[in-house]
């Protein structure tokens, strides 16, 4: 099979359909651009492949893009305001079956300092010196919870998940990477929050975890945005990503397959992940901070804003790029508050897609890519690919869909692209090709997969077999690269596989130093 890796269409893909996405799904609608505590950016789900977790299918929902290490003094705090969710249809009807619910809170401390003549003002920074390498000493803590909701996820039938240890039903998100200083082995600090969790209705435990990690999507942005200043047929021209020095906030969840799964019969499920906030909201002219004047006065008003009514949806995000390369830039704030059910809407954008015509318009017949109709895209964005993971009966919709029975690939042998490679240049599912790791993207997708390249070459007409017009003379087929190397190797190998985040500041000694004088501190 001869395998070809040419530079950055896709680049062009992103840049063509919307100019004001970044990343995978990063500020992509003009609303969520304003909203980056829940605009949704990227969302996973694979069979795990920690050892010793087979039966375990892990989803990962990452949230407020573009993080900047050193994003001081306030960093990156979920929105208390806002619900968070992973959404699971098990029947493939396109209607959610299981909804995973995270709800945050901020906890100030009102750490003060005797500033001199009886004068006690709070600090302006969110944490102290450190009392031992994995102790800060925290101004401002976050708290969750997690509930399960089966069937509508506005439904009454809510359930509460609980720690496994003890059985408390609030999770603490470790803070954010502030830097070497504050925080001085930040790894083994983080670790402390991984929780065994007791779902509803579940016979085995789960995990969760709720924190910074570092980005793990990769990408040529500024490449991509100067109308693709990239050579994009001369051959690999790799930069690195331009998210590689930013950070990311995980939502991560390990689940049993048979809690996921309506049955041994049907080992297929799809999940998206949404954000939603309250329908009104009111702000706060003078905003006060969250303490009491005096033990016997009423509190003072908390906030800049009060908010009430129904949830609202803003935030949606399934299979990679969707948003970006497939909907058109008006309908993008649309997409995000609509639900898989009533995807029909977007049906054209599906089978007659923009983005092929686009590419033949800016790159002419170098590109040759199909046009509508465009059954083969619809497979990958809305039904599953046959005899992969597309489930019997399934209703059309946007969704991430895995196949539970097909095993987990162990890190160390993933091939980025290949579930693509599984396919022969007729268009059939081989699964003895080389390079064939039908493990991952787009069933499902993990960390390491390079969905970028994937993606692309789906457009370009992978999956057309015999009618892919990219076929050379030998009938092989060509799988193009955006000039970014994305792979297991730059991720954990154990749950939440996301790595650490990178620090405030990365210098400095063991970071731990005399803390300020205890008659100077009040909390």
């Given at each position: 099979m001869?395998l070809?890796?040419?530079?950055?269409l896709?680049?062009?893909?992103?840049c063509?359909?919307?100019l004001?996405a970044?990343?995978?799904?990063?500020?992509?609608?003009?609303?969520?651009?304003?909203?980056p505590?829940v605009?949704?950016t990227?969302?996973y789900?694979?069979?795990?492949?920690?050892?010793?977790?087979a039966g375990f299918?892990?989803?990962?929902a990452?949230?407020?893009?573009?993080?900047?290490?050193?994003?001081?003094?306030?960093?990156?705090?979920?929105n208390?305001q806002?619900?968070?969710?992973i959404h699971?249809?098990?029947?493939?009807?396109?209607?959610?079956d299981l909804?995973?619910?995270?709800?945050f809170s901020n906890?100030?401390?009102?750490?003060?300092?005797d500033t001199g003549?009886g004068r006690?003002?709070?600090?302006?920074?969110?944490?102290?010196?450190?009392?031992?390498?994995?102790?800060?000493?925290l101004?401002r803590?976050?708290t969750?919870?997690?509930?399960?909701?089966?069937?509508?996820?506005?439904?009454?039938?809510?359930?509460t998940?609980?720690n496994?240890?003890g059985?408390?039903?609030?999770?603490?998100k470790?803070?954010?990477n502030i830097g070497?200083?504050s925080?001085?082995?930040y790894?083994a600090?983080a670790r402390?929050?991984?929780?065994s969790?007791?779902?509803?209705?579940?016979?085995?435990p789960g995990?969760?975890?709720?924190?910074?990690?570092?980005?793990?999507?990769?990408?040529?942005?500024?490449?991509?945005?100067?109308?693709?200043?990239?050579n994009?047929?001369?051959g690999?021209d790799?930069?690195?990503?331009?998210?590689?020095?930013?950070n990311?906030?995980t939502l991560?969840l390990?689940?049993?397959?048979a809690c996921?799964?309506?049955s041994a019969?049907?080992?297929?499920i799809g999940?998206?992940?949404t954000?939603?906030?309250?329908?009104?909201r009111v702000l706060?002219?003078?905003?006060?901070?969250?303490?009491t004047?005096?033990?016997?006065?009423?509190?003072?008003?908390?906030?800049?804003?009060?908010?009430g009514?129904?949830?609202?949806q803003?935030?949606?995000?399934?299979?990679?790029?969707v948003?970006?390369?497939?909907?058109?830039i008006?309908?993008?704030?649309?997409?995000n508050?609509?639900?898989p059910?009533?995807?029909a809407?977007?049906?054209?954008?599906?089978?007659?897609?923009?983005l092929?015509?686009l590419?033949?318009?800016?790159?002419?017949?170098?590109?040759n890519?199909?046009?509508?109709?465009r059954?083969?895209i619809?497979?990958?964005?809305?039904?599953?690919?046959?005899?992969?993971?597309?489930?019997?009966g399934?209703?059309?919709?946007e969704?991430?869909?895995?196949?539970?029975?097909i095993?987990?690939?162990p890190?160390?042998?993933?091939?980025?692209v290949?579930?693509?490679?599984c396919?022969t240049?007729?268009?059939?599912?081989l699964l003895?090709?080389?390079?064939c790791?039908p493990a991952?993207?787009?069933?499902?997708r993990?960390?390491?997969?390079?969905?970028?390249d994937i993606?692309?070459?789906?457009?370009?007409?992978?999956?057309?077999?015999?009618?892919?017009?990219?076929?050379?003379?030998?009938?092989?087929?060509q799988v193009?690269?955006?000039?970014?190397i994305?792979d297991a190797?730059?991720?954990?190998?154990?749950?939440?596989?996301l790595?650490?985040?990178?620090?405030?500041s990365p210098?400095g000694g063991?970071?731990?130093?005399d803390?300020?004088?205890t008659?100077?501190v009040?909390r």
């Amino acid at each position: 099979m001869l395998l070809k890796r040419n530079a950055s269409l896709l680049a062009l893909a992103a840049c063509a359909a919307s100019l004001s996405a970044q990343a995978s799904s990063h500020r992509e609608a003009p609303f969520i651009a304003q909203n980056p505590s829940v605009d949704g950016t990227d969302f996973y789900m694979f069979n795990s492949y920690e050892p010793g977790r087979a039966g375990f299918v892990t989803l990962i929902a990452n949230y407020n893009p573009l993080q900047d290490a050193y994003g001081g003094p306030n960093y990156f705090a979920l929105n208390p305001q806002a619900l968070y969710e992973i959404h699971v249809d098990n029947n493939a009807d396109a209607v959610e079956d299981l909804t995973f619910q995270f709800r945050f809170s901020n906890n100030f401390q009102r750490i003060v300092l005797d500033t001199g003549a009886g004068r006690n003002l709070s600090i302006p920074l969110i944490n102290l010196p450190p009392t031992a390498a994995t102790t800060p000493t925290l101004n401002r803590t976050e708290t969750y919870t997690l509930s399960l909701v089966r069937g509508p996820r506005r439904g009454a039938n809510v359930q509460t998940v609980s720690n496994a240890s003890g059985g408390g039903t609030v999770f603490t998100k470790p803070v954010d990477n502030i830097g070497t200083k504050s925080i001085p082995d930040y790894a083994a600090y983080a670790r402390q929050f991984i929780y065994s969790i007791n779902i509803p209705s579940c016979a085995t435990p789960g995990r969760v975890f709720v924190g910074q990690r570092r980005e793990g999507f990769a990408v040529n942005l500024g490449e991509v945005f100067d109308l693709v200043n990239l050579n994009p047929l001369g051959g690999r021209d790799v930069k690195g990503s331009a998210t590689a020095d930013k950070n990311i906030t995980t939502l991560a969840l390990e689940v049993p397959v048979a809690c996921l799964t309506a049955s041994a019969t049907q080992p297929i499920i799809g999940a998206w992940t949404t954000a939603s906030l309250r329908q009104a909201r009111v702000l706060n002219p003078a905003p006060q901070g969250p303490t009491t004047s005096s033990p016997s006065t009423a509190p003072r008003s908390f906030g800049p804003e009060v908010a009430g009514g129904a949830w609202t949806q803003v935030s949606r995000l399934g299979s990679p790029l969707v948003n970006e390369v497939v909907i058109g830039i008006d309908d993008k704030d649309r997409f995000n508050a609509s639900e898989p059910k009533n995807d029909a809407q977007f049906a054209d954008y599906v089978t007659h897609p923009t983005l092929p015509v686009l590419l033949n318009v800016l790159f002419g017949t170098a590109a040759n890519v199909p046009t509508a109709p465009r059954g083969d895209i619809v497979a990958a964005f809305l039904t599953g690919v046959a005899n992969v993971n597309q489930p019997a009966g399934v209703v059309a919709s946007e969704m991430l869909r895995l196949n539970t029975a097909i095993a987990a690939t162990p890190a160390a042998a993933q091939v980025n692209v290949g579930a693509a490679l599984c396919f022969t240049p007729a268009g059939e599912l081989l699964l003895t090709n080389p390079g064939c790791d039908p493990a991952g993207f787009p069933n499902g997708r993990r960390p390491g997969d390079d969905v970028v390249d994937i993606e692309l070459s789906v457009v370009e007409g992978f999956l057309l077999g015999a009618n892919n017009p990219n076929r050379t003379a030998d009938g092989a087929y060509q799988v193009y690269t955006d000039g970014t190397i994305q792979d297991a190797s730059q991720f954990d190998t154990v749950f939440p596989y996301l790595l650490p985040p990178l620090p405030g500041s990365p210098n400095g000694g063991n970071g731990i130093v005399d803390p300020v004088s205890t008659a100077s501190v009040r909390r």
